[in-house]
Nanobody, 122 residues
Framework: QVQLVESGGGLVQAGGSLTLSCAAS????????MGWFRQAAGKEHEFVAG????????NYADSVKGRFTVSRDSAKNTVFLQMNSLKPEDTAVYYC???????????????WGQGTQVTVSS
């Protein structure tokens, strides 16, 4: 089992920045690929960013490319999502997830956090 706890969400004006954190506990953090997803009201989960076990490979949804940066700190068992130039359409509940293989699919991730709300005002 892996337990994931997100933090860092909040209310920010358009153009602002937030950094989300996801602290992992339980099984070895470095065994898992990590992903960030988001779910806006009334919509499906959407892949945002992913990072490999080593942290050397990252991928992003086109909608956030160039604005968001995913990173991980294995010493702290934590994955981060730095979000810059935020837009109102980035408003959603953000989730981190852990899985065995890199994927943009929700179904490929075995463990999920409880989510943290990000609201971007115009």
């Amino acid at each position: 089992q892996v337990q994931l706890v997100e933090s860092g969400g909040g209310l920010v004006q358009a153009g602002g920045s937030l950094t989300l954190s996801c602290a992992a506990s339980g099984r070895t953090f470095s065994n898992y690929v990590m992903g960030w997803f988001r779910q806006a009201a009334g919509k499906e989960h959407e892949f945002v960013a992913g990072i490999s076990r080593s942290g050397g490979i990252t991928n992003y949804a086109d909608s956030v490319k160039g604005r968001f940066t995913v990173s991980r700190d294995s010493a702290k068992n934590t994955v981060f999502l730095q979000m810059n130039s935020l837009k109102p359409e980035d408003t959603a509940v953000y989730y981190c997830a852990a899985g065995p293989i890199p994927s943009i699919k929700v179904s490929e991730y075995d463990y999920w956090g409880q989510g943290t709300q990000v609201t971007v005002s115009s």
